[in-house]
């Protein structure tokens, strides 16, 4: 299993912004298919954990 | 004469107790003197968008390597209470390789030779240290003086307590001008492409300092890419006390040397400028005497050589110059260290150190997503269209440039690629535009 990680900053104005960056990351990351997204969500930015199952 | 003679020894003495009474009012909170000191000096320099060097110093360049272990926002905190942040750490000297194609069209001669920054600290045969170098250009800084309320700009240069002493006011207003200033940089890709060598050369030493990307606080290498220099400081003093002329008690002001005398039948304009000039002479050697600090050997102490510029009854202009020029602050960029002693992406320091940062850090981290998906498209439509042959040529270069971990096989290449994409990483998003210019042999 290969798992990798993306990180996108925050924007401390407000959510959309940020939602709108994470969700372009997560459909460019996942067009190969079989790839599970998982986030964690930090002071100052989102971490995006990529596994490839 | 003996009158004059006097006139010298009490603007001598009232000099000396000047800068007695300047340096005796810092003894109630030494430390907390020279931590204002520092911060003020430092939010002046902060104004022209560079990092400050606090004490100035001629042994920093670029290439220098600093361990930061404060977590950015203890940094950001530490910036604003201090005003600066300590470079205690050195860890290595680079001696960035880029300086050749940095200045090959605009600074260097044809066909030159030039070593930096060795020849421009040093020119061969003369003694115009960084005279070579390009020019910077600093705004003058305005600051106000109240007795016993401190200074509200304190500056890391003799001119502005001497520059007091001379005038004796309860209060004075000035400026200050950073002047011959220089600098000199590298451009951050090449040397970050050097920094990434050194680290995996020494991946054992910075294993020690390395943190996960999930971690809390993370440990940075600093790295300076540019400097800023000066050669002379210019300060000018103005006495804004309301006091009249004669009220003043105690020891008489040396400035008062210049109150010109109205002329009478023996005192021709010609003897008044002769006076003047005689009075300039007498303070330009006060001036040296206060500032001719000597060892016990005799030997003067390193630092700026101080020389009156201008004077007048009210206002007095000091010029302190450094020969060689000092650092006054420097730009440069922050890598986190990971675990297993590879780097981060380069960051810029001022970034890392301005808590608004993040809003723009989003916006370009979009605009590069957008580039950076458009680039990968071109990738791959280019990849589909080629040749077996070129296929494997790309994926060779991709290889090159470090964008896949291994020659993928053809299947499964787009997908290990995509992995690489990183809005965040400005020498990824190069390498990838450098792909998406390769054009394989047919």
Redesign the interface.
């Known amino acids: 299993m290969t798992q990798y990680t993306k990180t996108v900053p925050k924007d401390p104005a407000g959510l959309d912004a940020t939602l709108k960056a994470v969700l372009q990351v997560i459909i460019f990351q996942t067009q190969d298919g079989d790839l599970l997204a998982d986030f964690q969500i930090k002071p100052d930015k989102v971490l995006l954990i990529f596994d490839e199952e | 004469m003996s009158t004059m003679s006097q006139t010298v020894r009490y603007t001598a003495v009232g000099l000396g107790l000047g800068l007695a009474a300047l340096a005796g009012s810092g003894c109630a909170s030494s430390e907390t003197q020279v931590q204002k000191a520092a911060k003020d000096w430092c939010m002046t320099i902060r104004g022209s968008q560079v990092i400050p060097v606090y004490p100035l110093t001629e042994d920093i360049q670029p290439g220098d390597i600093f361990l930061v272990q404060v977590p950015?926002?203890q940094q950001q905190k530490l910036y604003n209470q201090s005003g600066f942040l300590a470079l205690d750490n050195h860890l290595a000297r680079l001696n960035p390789a880029g300086y050749a194609d940095f200045y090959a069209h605009n600074f260097f001669a044809k066909n030159s030779t030039t070593d930096l920054p060795l020849d421009w600290i040093r020119p061969g045969g003369t003694n115009q240290s960084w005279q070579l170098a390009p020019h910077a250009a600093f705004p003058s800084y305005s600051f106000s003086v109240q007795n016993g309320a401190g200074l509200n700009l304190a500056v890391p240069v003799e001119g502005v307590p001497v520059g007091l002493s001379l005038l004796a006011s309860a209060a004075a207003s000035g400026t200050v001008q950073i002047q011959d200033a220089h600098t000199v940089g590298v451009d951050t890709l090449s040397l970050f492409n050097q920094v990434q060598q050194w680290s995996t050369t020494n991946a054992d030493f910075l294993k020690n300092f390395g943190t996960s990307?999930?971690a809390k606080n993370h440990n940075y290498l600093r790295i300076v890419t540019r400097l800023y220099l000066t050669g002379r400081m210019t300060v000018t003093l103005t006495d804004a006390s309301s006091r009249s002329a004669g009220a003043d008690a105690g020891v008489p002001k040396p400035v008062n040397l210049l109150v010109p005398q109205l002329p009478n039948s023996s005192n021709s304009p010609a003897t008044t400028l002769q006076n003047y000039t005689n009075a300039f002479s007498t303070l330009s050697s006060i001036v040296a005497a206060a500032t001719d600090a000597k060892d016990a050997a005799g030997n003067i102490l390193p630092g700026g050589s101080l020389r009156l510029a201008a004077a007048s009854s009210r206002s007095v202009s000091l010029d302190e110059t450094f020969n060689p020029p000092l650092v006054v602050g420097y730009l440069g960029f922050d890598c986190a260290i990971l675990p297993d002693g590879s780097l981060g992406a380069p960051i810029p320091t001022h970034a890392n150190l301005d808590p608004?940062y993040?809003?723009n850090?989003?916006?370009v981290?979009?605009s590069n997503?957008v580039n950076n998906?458009d680039t990968?498209g071109l990738i791959q439509k280019n990849y589909a269209a080629a040749t077996s042959a070129q296929k494997l040529a790309i994926r060779q270069k991709a290889l090159a440039l470090g964008l896949i971990p291994s020659l993928t096989p053809d299947e499964t290449f787009?997908?290990v690629l995509?992995?690489s994409?990183?809005?965040?990483d400005p020498v990824m998003t190069q390498k990838f535009k450098t792909l998406s210019e390769f054009n394989p042999a047919p």
């Open positions: 950015i926002d990307e999930t608004n993040k809003l850090q989003l916006a981290f979009s997503l998906i990968f787009i997908k995509r992995r994409v990183d809005a965040n």
